[in-house]
C-alpha cells in the first residue's frame, strides 16, 4: 500500500499482525521502522503435522461450522487459560473472527520465514511481555535472529494482552525517538 500511494510508513504489529509488519518490511524500502510485539511463530515445527495437531482440530472445527471449538482450540494451543478467556464479555467477539484462524496458521506455523526476515533493512523492535508463555520469548529470539538490524525488548509484567501504557512510551521511543 506504502508503494502504490508512495512515501514512507513505520509499523506495528501484534500478535500475527507483528508477522505480517515483519512480511511488509521485508518487501519494501518505504517500511522505516518496525515494531512487533510477540510475533506468534512456531518454534516446534508445524502445530498441525498430526492429524491431532492444533492447526487440523481448528481446520476440523470450522468445517463443521463451530467458531467456538476452533477459537478454544486455537487458544489452547497457546497455553492460554481458554475457559477463563471464555467467561468474558468479549468472548463472542472473538469466536466470530475464527474464521480468519486457518490465516494467522498459515502465516505462522512454519516458523519465523528467516529468508524473508533477512530481506528487511528497516530497524526492527521485537517486544516480548515479561509474563508472557515461554513461545513468545522463543518466537522473538528465533525471528531476531534473522533481521539485520533487529533488537528486542521484554516489557515486564506484561502478557499477550498487553497494556497500553506500558507499550506506548516504548513505541514512541523506537518509532519517533521521543
Known amino acids: 500500500m506504502v508503494d502504490a500511494v508512495g512515501g514512507r510508513a513505520m509499523l506495528y504489529g501484534h500478535s500475527s ?33 498430526e492429524s491431532g495437531g492444533m492447526t487440523q482440530t481448528v481446520l476440523r472445527a470450522l ?20 475457559d477463563a478467556m471464555a467467561g468474558q464479555p468479549w ?5 466470530a473472527l475464527a474464521n480468519t484462524l486457518p490465516y494467522d496458521l498459515a502465516l ?4 519465523p520465514p528467516s529468508a524473508t526476515l533477512a530481506r528487511i533493512e528497516a530497524p526492527v523492535l521485537l517486544l516480548v511481555g515479561g509474563d508472557s508463555a515461554p513461545w513468545a520469548r522463543d518466537a522473538a529470539a528465533e525471528a531476531a535472529r534473522s533481521i539485520p538490524q533487529v533488537s528486542t525488548r521484554v516489557l515486564p509484567g506484561q502478557t499477550h494482552n498487553v497494556a497500553d501504557n506500558a507499550l506506548s ?6 518509532l519517533l525517538g521521543a
Do not use: K, Q
Open 91 to 95: 468472548w463472542p467477539g472473538l469466536v
Open 108 to 111: 505462522t506455523d512454519d516458523g
Open 169 to 174: 512510551p516504548v513505541l514512541l521511543e523506537f
Open 63 to 82: 468445517a463443521a461450522a463451530d467458531r467456538d471449538a476452533a477459537a478454544r482450540a486455537f487458544l489452547a494451543g497457546t497455553g492460554a487459560d481458554v
Open 17 to 49: 499482525g507483528a508477522a505480517l509488519a515483519l512480511a511488509a518490511a521485508a518487501g519494501t524500502t518505504a517500511i522505516t521502522r518496525v515494531v512487533g510485539y510477540e510475533p506468534p511463530y512456531s518454534t516446534e515445527g508445524p502445530r498441525g503435522a
